[in-house]
């Protein structure tokens, strides 16, 4: 009798539907129907055409089985590409590898499996991850189209796996070594095209032009430049590598009777790749309000694909006004700054949010974050009144929505500040279950159960907030790094402080953090010049003040690492 499992070498395809929680929680039916015509359109016939057999759908994603590498890439590039034509909202994510398979009734087992699956969760949305032997199986202009994205550890899988990605500069979810962007995604945004005809309807694209850049300007992590003129006359995306841009946006104008209409793409020059076309019709008659639309689509649209993700998406539907949310975009851009004076802006662009907009929640939850920001690092005269005016605000948005889930990440975020760790994970966790996209959901996670002592949990939080986030903002990546130093992962520790400190030199408890991971890679030298540096800046910064600010001072290791500060030369 043979008892020997029945393997053979497959080529496997993971698939994943980008927000699928998000578009199921906006309208059920709609977004099924969605899936199923995207399914019926392109997926399942793509797959067809290429050999792939189809194992089982898990609601929002695939695993597809093919006889060939070439067959499974050949497949995940046509589904892709024809996904970022028709600009719709069902976006994938590819996981491709090559391995051995177990049959077991209608179900396949194996490493290979599992390793597809684990690159799908690190592929970029719209975009392809494959394992190195996928990689040299391909042809030398199909392999081409793939970038080194490194060796990466993958969840569950015992050795480091060879990575490449596509489309080119797509970023992955942070692997194990302290990586972080370091500056905001450069766009071009070309002047609209005219296409009326009419001298006197000139006036539609320039006024496009001037409510778009003004709507974007309140991106901080957008830097528009300007492309020269004959930009549109060559190809898009090599001008816009010439000039450093990240970006193309371009769109026309053109009017017939009462009517308008306008069309806006949206090209990733690395990838030279169109990402996102629209077509909008309206009425000359309200041309203001059909601009706005217009404007606000493409913001959010951006504010997805290069800051928040797709939590954006919700914020700009509870705005519910076009000056709501750019006054929303204000507030999160000063924010992010996180200086005293800049959360005191922040607060003003929130309140004029609500002024606009008085059930915006999202807003609501935004002011409140800044009283708890005052709270926590004593801008206030009385802590305790400030947390107070935080929770009646939270009570304010949970009043309008019930399962608000950035006012569940901000409720776990308060009670953390209060010390009451427990529940504030609960909060937190509770937010990641009601909105997966949500990366303040993921970072609050991360936060608490760092405070709680799960540090391998944080680091695995941390990255899905950072992952979930295109421009992730520092605290995200402060959260990692307090991980790394609970694991005494000294080296990835010191790696991220540094990419921390690049961004944000006066950030005096990161430049802490580094000392504390050079005395654990037994560097004191160039710890006591990373101290020097912290006296020089705050000469009355000291172990205990560092421990101080710390939302876990009585954390059982954090005695061993405040030695450490001390032995380095700060003072006790």
Known sequence: MNDRPNLRLSAFLAADIAGYSLLMGENASAALSLVQQHRAEVFDPEVARHGGRIVKLMGDGALVEFRSVVDAVGAALAIQRRMAETGGPIRLRFGINLGDVIDEG??????????????????????????????????????????????????????????????????????????????????????????????????????FDEDLLAMLSSLDEVRLVTAPPAARDGALAQVGRRIGADWILRGSVRAAGNRVRTGVQLIECAADRMVWARRFD????????????????????????????????????????????????????????????????????????????????????????????????????????????????????????PDHALACAEMAHLLMVQKEF?????????????????GDAYHASAALLNCVGRFEDALH?????????????????????????????????????RN???????????????????????????AA???????????????????????????????????KLIEAGLPA
């Open 529 to 563: 010049r990373e101290v020097d540096e912290i006296r020089r800046r705050s000469p009355q910064f000291s172990a205990a003040e560092w421990r101080r600010l710390l939302f876990f001072p009585d954390r059982e290791d954090i005695p061993a690492l405040e030695r």
């Open 500 to 526: 921390i400190l690049a961004r944000r030199s006066d950030w005096l408890t990161s430049r802490a953090t580094l000392v504390i991971a050079l005395m654990g890679l037994d560097q004191p030298r160039d």
């Open 106 to 207: 209608n179900d396949i087992y194996g490493d290979g499996v599992n390793i597809a699956a684990r690159l799908e969760a690190i592929a970029p949305v719209g975009g392809i991850c494959v394992s190195a032997p996928v990689r040299e199986c391909l042809t030398q202009d199909v392999a081409a189209e793939f970038a080194d994205a490194g060796s990466h550890r993958l969840k569950n899988i015992a050795r480091a796996v060879g990575v490449y990605s596509w489309p080119t500069g797509a970023a992955l979810s942070p692997g194990d070594e302290g990586e972080l962007p370091q500056r905001a995604a450069i766009v071009a945004a070309l002047p609209f095209d005219d296409l009326t005809g009419d001298p006197a309807l000139k006036y539609l694209a320039a006024g």
């Open 282 to 401: 309206g009425d000359l008659a309200d041309l203001f309000a059909f601009q706005d639309t217009v404007v606000e689509e493409i913001a959010s649209t951006l504010q997805v694909t290069v800051a928040d993700g797709e939590q954006a998406l919700v914020w700009r539907a509870e705005a519910g006004s076009p000056r709501a949310y750019r006054h929303f975009l204000s507030a999160r851009a000063s924010y992010k700054e996180y200086r005293r004076s800049a959360i005191r802006r922040a607060r003003e662009f929130y309140q004029q949010a609500i002024d606009v907009s008085p059930r915006f929640a999202a807003a609501i939850v935004g002011l409140a974050r800044t009283h708890i920001e005052d709270a926590t690092w004593g801008w206030s005269e009385d802590k305790a009144a400030s947390c107070e005016k935080a929770r009646k605000l939270l009570e304010g948005a949970f009043a309008i929505e």
């Open 461 to 497: 939080y941390s990255r899905e907030a950072i992952r979930r986030t295109p421009a992730a903002p520092n605290f995200y990546f402060v959260a990692m790094n307090d991980a790394y130093v609970g694991l005494g992962r000294w080296r990835q520790s010191a790696t991220l402080a």
């Open 422 to 438: 427990d529940a504030g994970l609960d909060w937190a966790l509770r937010a990641t279950r009601l909105a997966p996209t949500l």
